[in-house]
């Protein structure tokens, strides 16, 4: 059995107690002693009839092709839970083949690890002031989905949207996401996937998206039209300059400023909350 180590790990040698953030063993003479106040325990089945001992772990016997030969076998070839955690001075396994950057295998073998999806491509389209993204994955394995992310070069990464997964699947699978009405502007995406244990691994759009300024200058209908009690609006101005954007009732009475100020060149989409006002037909 291996010495496991922990990033907080102390050990009182007169009270005999481990206090760890992680499940960890130690030799200890003979012994190994368990941290959850189990005392000393000597062998393996021992630890497993523990009651608990396992909410933070995996235990399961790994399959060689023999006690010489410690190339992995059966079902331990492909196994995710034998994925470590990868060592700059540790590249080739024993027969000097390299290791996976990412997903090494924790044994002398490096196999072949089946990861949660494999991802074929992840594409951009931009269509008016809308970004269209499209990814396609060739398999997949226990993938719950994909939640999209978005933000400005100067910004911190936002959420936008979550598309579901496949789940476990052999085939090609092809998704698509429409991100709307964007001010003018550059924006860089990725996908956060996540498995349905919730483990997750980032993807990021190689490019950067530019929406471009308006040619002109245009006021879109709203949307949605009828609503209740919120709409939006939709406005486009080629040059900075001031905007008033304002909206009336039927008799003429102005009822709300959206916009009042002084504007950058620029496509902008600005909320229009009617919740206070009567039911009716407004300009």
């Known amino acids: 059995m291996a010495d496991f180590s922990a990033s907080t790990l102390t050990y009182n040698v007169i009270n005999s107690q481990i206090i760890s953030n992680h499940n960890n063993f130690y ?28 909410l933070n772990s995996v235990s399961k016997i790994v399959n060689f092709v023999s006690l010489n030969n ?5 079902t331990s070839i492909g196994d995710e839970d034998l994925v470590g955690i990868p060592l700059t001075e540790v590249t080739d396994d024993i027969d000097g083949n390299p290791r996976d950057p990412v997903y090494p295998y924790m044994g002398a073998d490096e196999g072949d690890v089946v990861l949660p999806i494999e991802l074929a491509s992840f594409t951009s389209q931009i269509n008016n002031t809308n970004v269209i993204l499209k990814w396609t994955t060739t398999t997949e394995k226990n993938n719950s989905g994909f939640e999209i ?27 698509t996401f429409t991100d709307m009405n964007l001010n003018s502007g550059k924006y860089n995406y990725r996908l956060k996937q996540t498995d349905l244990n919730g483990e997750f691994k980032y993807y990021t759009l190689a490019n950067e998206v530019t929406i471009a300024v308006p040619e002109k200058y245009s006021l879109s209908q709203n949307y949605p039209n009828p609503f209740n009690p919120v709409t939006n609006l939709k406005y486009g101005i080629p040059y900075q300059g001031f905007v008033s954007l304002k909206v009336y009732d039927i008799l003429g009475n102005e009822v709300r400023t959206l916009v009042n100020e002084t504007k950058t060149a620029g496509s902008y ?8 006002l009567s039911s009716g037909i407004y300009f």
């Not at 100067?154 to 092809?174: M, Q, R, Y």
């Open 149 to 175: 992310q978005r933000r400005r070069p100067e910004n911190e990464w936002t959420i936008i949207g979550f598309v579901e997964g496949a789940g476990s699947s052999g085939s090609p699978k092809d998704y």
């Open 70 to 74: 410690l190339h992995l076998y059966g």
């Open 269 to 276: 989409s600005v909320t229009f909350d009617a919740a206070d």
């Open 27 to 54: 030799f200890l003479s003979s012994y190994m002693l368990y941290y959850l106040n189990h005392g000393l325990i000597s062998t393996f089945s021992e630890y497993k009839s523990l009651t608990g001992q396992d």
